[in-house]
């Protein structure tokens, strides 16, 4: 089992900035490649960025690319998504998610294991 406890929303103006973060346990972390999806009202939830177990492969929405990065640091057993420039748009909650394997992925069906999500309100 592999617990995921995102933090790091709240509420922006737009053009700010906000970092999340997601702190894993309960696997060894390296060995799992991490995601984050985005879920707005009365929408799917859809993939923001993915990172490989290393960290040394990353990818992204097109629609993300340039704003957001994603980041992890194996030593503290935490993913991070750094979003730039946000937009109202960007509004949702987002969720961090852990795959077994080491491959990133786009694919939110093949992600085992999701945290219980943290609300970002961009205002305009």
């Known amino acids: 089992q592999v617990q995921l406890v995102e933090s790091g929303g709240g509420l922006v103006q737009a053009g700010g900035s906000l970092r999340l973060s997601c702190a894993a346990s309960g696997r060894t972390f390296s060995n799992s490649a991490m995601g984050w999806f985005r879920q707005a009202p009365g929408k799917e939830r859809e993939f923001v960025a993915a990172?490989?177990?290393?960290?040394?492969?990353?990818m992204y929405a097109d629609s993300l690319k340039g704003r957001f990065t994603i980041s992890r640091d194996n030593a503290k057993n935490t993913v991070y998504l750094q979003m730039n420039s946000l937009k109202p748009e960007d509004t949702a909650v987002y969720y961090c998610a852990a795959k077994e394997g080491v491959n990133a992925s786009p694919r939110r069906i093949v992600y085992d294991y999701w945290g219980q999500g943290t609300q970002v309100t961009v205002s305009s």
């Open positions: 990172v490989s177990g290393s960290g040394s492969s990353t």
